[in-house]
């Protein structure tokens, strides 16, 4: 009979035995742990410089304003109209800083604030100050009456938000929203309007408010920036600051936007009110010169363009119907000679008075003789050439007289064509 079970049988690992003579193993030792350390802090300029970075990048820059400033296809009346919108906001930004100071909690620097007020309005001469420099170019370099102007809505609310902004936002928000969104672009934006001016025939000496601000001292900037880092310590700064200089460039952005579309408008508005209120551009007998075409003798010279290597020699002569949306001319091409090729933002229909020849239009090419119309789309490529012994005769409409309040391009041209010739399309 087999004994008693003692419970389960314990596996246990005997350690082996060493000699006494073995000496004892040693241990190896744990790899040192390094504690972990936090990247060192940015300083608070290399944050302050990438916000200057991403000024210099930003797409504002391609705003349609600017663009159309840059090419030169804004008119002096356009420009009396965008700066008339403009004053608005030259006469706002100190209630700006007015704004960040009624909210500044630091004495010092709202001392500071105060005093950079102080040097740029009340320390200068009445004539001197920026808002006195600015009626100076609106009314002797635009021809502005500064009592007639009426803000739009889009300008009041560009001065509301911006205002908003600066008293409801934290103090370092407010900062960068007006040094890097409001303060620090104007050097580079108003080079932009200078040009853009130049441009449109106004002349140097009504500038001095835009010179004023590209190469006056930045003290206002540099103090406003100077605020921005002594607030780098809080949670959150950078995207709070990047946030603010985003919304003011939003803000400025469809502000611009709102002036060209204004801009564009206002070349319109006269002729579609003229429209709707059904007046006749003609007295009740008006003069039978100003309606029938009886031979070429009541023309009125326009143009002219030869050149022997490219075979073209043409004219242009302006028939004086007095149409707002058609214009009518006629063109004479010589004899074995050619127009010039060109595109145009209008439509123009070709009626062939005399002589014979062929129209190109784009791939295609017509053989016209007198009697024949031919319709040339816009932007469409063509070109007129005389193939009889005689001049080939064009009498050309056009919807010129719309285009050239509506394109901007067509808008330069007939500008500077009345320069030239003294002709108004």
Sequence with gaps: MSPPSAGPALAIEMAPQRSASEPPKARPLPEPRLPSLAPPPVPP??????????????????????????RGLLTREDYAGIFSQYALVTRSAPRFLHALLAQCDSEPWSAKLTQALWEEHAAQPPEQQPAALFRTFLRNGLGVDLESI?????????????????????????????????????????????????QAGVAERHLAFFHR????????????????????????????????????????????NGLFESARYRRLAPLME??????????????????????????????????????????????????????????????????????????VLLVVLSGTGRVHVRGTAVLVKPGDAVFIPRWALHQAQSTG?????????????????????????????????????
């Design 213 to 256: 601000k590209m190469q006056g001292d930045t003290r206002r900037v540099n103090l406003l920036a100077e605020m921005v880092r002594a607030h780098t310590g809080e949670p959150g700064w950078f995207d709070a600051c990047t946030r603010a200089m985003e919304r003011a460039l939003e803000l400025q952005g469809n502000f611009l």
């Design 45 to 70: 300029e290399a944050t302050v410089e990438e916000l200057q970075g991403r000024l210099s990048s930003h797409p504002f820059w391609n705003n349609r304003l600017l663009q159309a400033c840059r």
């Design 150 to 198: 009426h803000f739009h809505d889009f300008t009041r609310y560009f001065v509301r938000e911006c205002l908003d902004w600066c008293l409801r936002s934290p103090p370092h928000e407010a900062c960068a929203f007006l040094a890097f969104g409001m303060e620090a672009l104007l050097p580079r934006l108003y080079s932009v309007f200078v040009d853009g001016l130049q």
């Design 389 to 425: 012994p005689e001049p080939l005769v064009l009498l050309t409409v056009t919807d010129h007289g719309l285009t050239r309040h509506a394109h901007e391009d067509e808008v330069l041209r007939a500008a500077h064509l009345k320069r030239a010739t003294g002709v108004d399309l």
């Design 274 to 347: 003229r429209i709707q209120a059904r007046l006749p551009l003609v007295p009740e007998e008006p003069d039978p010169r100003t309606l029938h075409l009886g031979d070429l003798s009541n023309v009125v010279p326009f143009f002219r363009q030869t050149h022997e290597p490219r075979s073209i020699d043409f004219s242009v002569d302006r028939v004086p119907f007095p149409g707002e949306v058609l214009e009518t001319s006629v063109v004479q091409v010589a004899p074995g000679r050619r127009s010039e090729p060109r595109e145009h933002a209008h439509e």
